[in-house]
């Protein structure tokens, strides 16, 4: 019997080979540890300023200016963005309806309760989200990480000032305040032009009706659910970040980075487990 009939040492051989492949990449146990303890250092990092957070809300004093300073960031300087992302999504998603459900079941009747569905459940709460992160984050955390570098942080904290009441509270009330709104404002705006593009198929009636048979209320508190709590993730990690700013622009723009990446990552796998927490409780529900 040759060796390579005996499975025993095809196993042994085949996890060489995969060892070997693995240290030609340059993946040690050293590295996916530390990776591993990098991943939980900032998961229970960012889960601390979270709690710290929202001890602090309702307690004294109240910054309502800088409150609605951030808002104005945060709300109007990305309505814009949120507008045309929004727009060209909810024609994209139509048009791309049009299509598939002409070819699978020939039928264009539910191509405005399906898009519907996609927009306020999936497209607006988690795009919007997700573009938060990339605008308004990124300059969360630009800022905290400017205000480190220069001590500005040390000198709150010597003025007996903390600096999440200071520095995380407003932006973290500002940021779930416009992240609802901005979600059902992209929402209108990619129902109006998804009926746009569905002319002269749908008039307006007609597209509004067949959207009402899909959607109902669930749906709607489901959007602000789920803004309000994919929105909690793009101020908690920019201002992380911010706080763990190393020296120097180098420092800045790599804080910068993390802190967007980490966002929209989180954003994504928040999203996911929403969505499987609410299926198994509608199972319950329906059973």
């Known amino acids: 019997m040759s060796w390579v009939e005996n499975k025993t040492l095809r196993l ?19 590295g996916i540890g530390a990776n591993l303890f990098r ?51 909810g024609m994209i998603t139509v048009l791309e309806l ?25 497209f607006g709460p988690t795009v919007v989200a997700a573009m938060l992160a990339a605008k308004v984050g990124a300059g969360f955390t630009a800022e905290i990480s400017s205000m480190k570098n220069t001590e500005q942080i040390d000198a709150l904290e010597m003025l ?6 200071y520095l995380v509270v407003p932006r973290f009330i500002a940021t779930l305040a416009m992240q609802v709104a901005l979600s059902v404002i992209g929402v209108a705006v990619a129902f109006v032009t998804g009926f746009l593009i569905s002319q002269p198929r749908f ?58 990446v980490t966002s929209i990552l989180v954003i994504i796998l928040l999203d996911f487990t929403i969505n499987v927490v609410a299926d198994k409780i509608l199972e319950v529900v329906i059973q």
């Open 12 to 30: 042994i051989g085949r996890t060489l080979s995969q060892i070997l492949y693995l240290a030609r990449l340059g993946i040690t146990v050293e």
């Open 39 to 89: 991943f939980l250092e900032v998961t229970g990092g960012g889960m601390v300023l979270l709690i710290q957070t929202l001890w602090l809300v309702p307690r004294p004093p109240y910054r309502l200016r800088e409150i609605l300073r951030q808002a104005l960031t945060v709300g109007w300087q990305s309505l814009p963005l949120i507008v045309v992302v929004l727009g060209f999504l």
């Open 98 to 122: 049009n299509f598939q459900l002409s070819r699978v079941i020939h039928n264009l009747e539910y191509v405005p309760g399906v898009a519907g569905i996609l927009m306020f459940r999936e």
């Open 160 to 165: 007996s000032v903390n600096p999440v009441h």
């Open 203 to 260: 008039n307006f009636q007609s597209y509004l009706t067949t959207m009402g048979h899909f959607v109902g209320v669930e749906d709607f508190l489901n959007l602000i659910a789920k803004a309000l709590l994919l929105g909690a993730v793009v101020p908690i990690a920019a201002c992380y970040y911010g706080f763990r700013a190393g020296a120097g622009a180098k420092g800045v723009g790599e804080a910068t980075t993390r802190g967007v």
